[in-house]
């Protein structure tokens, strides 16, 4: 019912610093059998991290997380609201420009039971789509 794809990178880090390593999870819920149209939860762990995230007080990575969905960067449900209209006004183009917009924002990780590790809780309603990135 969920598909899970994570992959990592090395990227340069944007203050020049030198690089830093991404986790990228890709979260999907769409091939649900006969249609059932649920929110699932999807548990996620980070294990075996370097070892400065398992000293004690140690900072969580930081975290983020990007949806599409029925509420989140998603212009054909602001289209039905409109109306449908078969010709849009430049206004309308414009909602609709916002609304598709993809918006990242902070995710909070919670200290696993392992030192260095790190979990959190995922939802993903039905048709629905979320990306998250870990920085190391």
Known sequence: PVDVFATTASAAAASGAGNETVIT??????????????????????????????????????????RIDKNNANAHTAWIKMGKPKELTADQKQKLMQVSALVTHPMQLHPGSEAGSYTALLTVPYEGVAMVEVRL
């Open 25 to 66: 999870m890709l979260v999907s819920n769409f091939d649900t059998p006969k249609l059932i149209k649920e929110v699932f939860t999807v548990s996620v762990a980070l294990c075996g991290l370097p070892a400065s995230y398992a000293k004690p007080g140690a900072a969580a990575p930081a975290t983020t997380i990007t």
